[in-house]
């Protein structure tokens, strides 16, 4: 049997639930996952490894409207991802009102297979499915369309069925027992960052970012540090919360995460630094990561 190996791209809007799907198909926790919407800022590969196959998935920014030099950032990411892509996973809410515009202009022009993923139908009904399977089959014509439930594991088999039937014939792009394209300094900030969206209300975990300034690898213990970059005094003083009470809960729940998925005890420090404006400043995107 030849093998085969391809791209495979999960886009749609923030909050369809994109990185938990990609958790459930790749079956490790790649995409960190908050309730709050965009989450995701950077395109993450999850790798699946099989005898006659490798699949890399690769979950993407939710699409927005750009407001920052950060948002064009991540809307790249997107871009580059369906050029790349040998197939296409369309991931939808079920009662997302979709504002299809950003999405639709995004698919233009891709050759590639598309299958739209309707999501979170473990909390709707038959009827309403049904309608919006009509719907997108009018819409975008796919060459299938999925009701899943990502959290429930509800037909995910299904849709990896689908992926492994339509990838193309081609050698392995990655070592046979790579998991992802990221390294553990990069798991490690978006863990910490994790706990910032799940600690902190409205705008402050938009407006912050996470940078390992050491990693240090022990046998049985790893020692990292961390900066925690916000863009106002006060955005760092509610970060720190009353005599560094917020900071320590952070620190708490991210270091479990970290022995979690490092299987090794670590000892985390943090640290955090105000850098006006930094969502808008290209020099500080590049340094950040973001091209």
């Known amino acids: 049997m030849a093998h085969k190996a391809g791209f495979v791209s999960i886009i749609g809007k923030p909050n369809a639930g994109k990185s938990t799907l990609m958790n459930a198909l790749v079956g490790e926790k790649m995409s960190i996952i908050t309730p709050k919407a965009q ?18 998935f690769s979950d993407t920014p939710g699409i927005i409207k750009p407001h920052y030099a950060l948002h ?9 991802s369906i050029v790349d892509a040998d197939l296409i996973l369309l991931v939808t809410d ?41 719907y997108w089959q009018e819409k975008l014509n796919p060459k299938a369309i999925f009701a899943i439930s990502a959290l429930k594991d509800y037909n995910v088999l299904a849709v990896m069925n689908f992926v492994i039937e339509h990838l193309p014939e081609h050698p392995a792009y990655y070592e046979k ?7 553990d300094r990069f798991f490690a900030s978006e863990m910490i960052r994790a706990q910032v969206f799940k600690q902190y209300k409205k705008e402050i975990p938009y407006s912050t970012e996470v940078i390992i300034t050491a990693f240090v690898e022990g046998e049985k213990l790893h020692r ?25 809960i952070v620190g708490t729940y991210a270091r479990r995460d970290m022995e979690d998925f490092f299987q090794k005890k670590i000892f985390l420090e943090m640290f955090v630094k105000v850098i006006p404006d930094w ?4 020099n500080y995107l590049k340094q950040f990561g973001y091209e």
């Open 94 to 134: 079920i009662y997302e009102e979709y504002d299809e515009a950003d999405v639709l202009k995004k698919l233009e022009g891709s050759e590639a297979p598309l299958a739209v993923l309707i999501n979170k139908v473990d909390l709707s009904d038959e009827e309403t499915v049904k309608a919006k399977v009509e």
């Open 39 to 56: 989450t995701t800022r950077h395109r993450i590969l999850g790798i699946v490894n099989d005898e006659d196959y490798q699949i890399v």
């Open 279 to 282: 969502r808008s400043k290209k």
């Open 224 to 248: 990292i540090s961390a900066e925690i970059i916000v863009e106002r005094d006060s955005q760092k003083n509610i970060i720190i919360g009353k005599g560094g009470e917020m900071l320590k």
């Open 177 to 183: 027992d790579a998991l992802t394209d990221r390294n």
């Open 72 to 80: 064009e950032s991540m809307m790249h990411q997107v871009d580059g």
